[in-house]
């Protein structure tokens, strides 16, 4: 099947798991094009099986702001008539799935029918979508989506919520490569980043204000007074600045490291020892279930989807949204005993391993044929 996806190309969940799925469809034998503004950040190479379209936005004096909408919209058409895509997967439902709707009635005008797959990843709906100069048009775009995805049970119920929907929508997870995750390092180089006796904490996000920076700070300070311990920061956005002012004010700037945005992952998590996921609001917690795949165990709120990962008692512990006492008390319960500690790796992994993509992909393929036959129908109709 030839198949465009639409996605952010950043370190973002949603870029990520477009990113990964659409490699795993080039290996299953499908043709995969990607649509976007930039070289997705996981998309490292490109083969007959995967192709990427940059999508260029014109500069006019006449915009204010320049219409990103209107250029996707006409780079799929080109995209679609050129190589003949069959499907096309749009990850975000703003500007996505709008400008997704608009290539497809424009293609309708020469009787081309390519069905849409909208798969809704959170913040389109949680924070973007529910905004009232924008929730008419993502009401609109998911209404008219062939078919919708969520990438998790609570983001689903959000979105009906929230919005008037009359399409039914598929919960699919997000996912983990575990191939990727096999073969582990012999040398984590753990001793760069801290000493024997101390344990690694790690936080990965986009630094923005619903991640609740300050609050892993905080927990970090609580933790590094009962344990010698070293605090791993990877990322960067608006919230780092002030995060590492809290770090000098808490007299803690020496145990803290900012690793800022990183391709080296697995290695950092490799030699970490817990996870720090204190959100205001996630829409599944991809960041835990990777940190989950390398053995290290999680401690979260217990906001949106991240308990559909991060299994209290099991994998790590939740609490409620702010409980950093709760949450750094948690840490300390499973970092004060080696063997606590191990056994929570061990669950964690397999966990994680019920996430992996071989289990998830076939979800999509599936979803795939569904849309695919819709267009069969509407072509012959």
Known sequence: MKIAIVCYPTFGGSGVVATELGIALADRG????????????????????????????????????????????????DTIKLYGIELLHVH??????????????????????????????????????????????????????????????????????????????????????KSKYSSSFTDCQRSLMAEDDEKIITHISNFRKVKRIPDVVRIFHK??????????????????????????????????????????????????????????????????????????????????GIPEVNENGVTGFLSEVGNITEMAQNALKILSDEKVLEAFKIRALKSAEKFDILNVLPLYEEVYKKAYQSRLNKSYS
Do not use: W
Request: hydrophobic share 40%; glycine share 4%.
């Open 92 to 177: 975000y439902a703003i500007p996505h799935a709008y400008a997704g709707y608009m290539a497809k009635k424009m293609l309708e005008e020469e009787n081309i029918h390519v069905p849409m797959i909208t798969t809704l990843h959170g913040t389109d709906i949680t924070l973007v979508g529910k905004h009232p100069f924008y929730k008419p048009a993502v009401t609109f775009s998911i209404n008219n989506s062939d078919v919708v995805t969520s990438v998790s049970a609570s983001l689903k119920s959000q979105t009906l919520e929230i919005f008037d929907i009359k399409n039914q929508i598929e919960v699919i997870p997000n996912f983990i490569d």
């Open 223 to 304: 933790i590094q007074e009962k344990i010698p311990a070293k605090l791993i920061m990877v990322g960067e956005g608006p919230e780092k600045e002030g995060a590492e002012k809290l770090c000098e004010e808490l007299g803690i700037a020496d145990r803290v490291i900012f690793l800022g945005n990183s391709n080296e992952i697995d290695r950092i998590l490799c030699f970490s020892d817990l996870f720090l996921l204190p959100s205001e609001s996630e829409s599944f917690g991809l960041a835990a279930l990777e940190a989950m795949m390398n053995k290290v165990p999680v401690i979260s709120s217990n906001a949106g």
């Open 30 to 77: 499908h043709e995969v094009h990607f649509v976007t503004y930039r070289q997705p950040v996981r998309l490292e190479l490109l083969n007959n099986k995967i192709h990427f379209h940059e999508v260029h936005v014109p500069e006019y004096p006449l915009f204010q702001y320049q219409p990103y909408e209107l250029a996707l919209s006409s780079k799929l058409v």
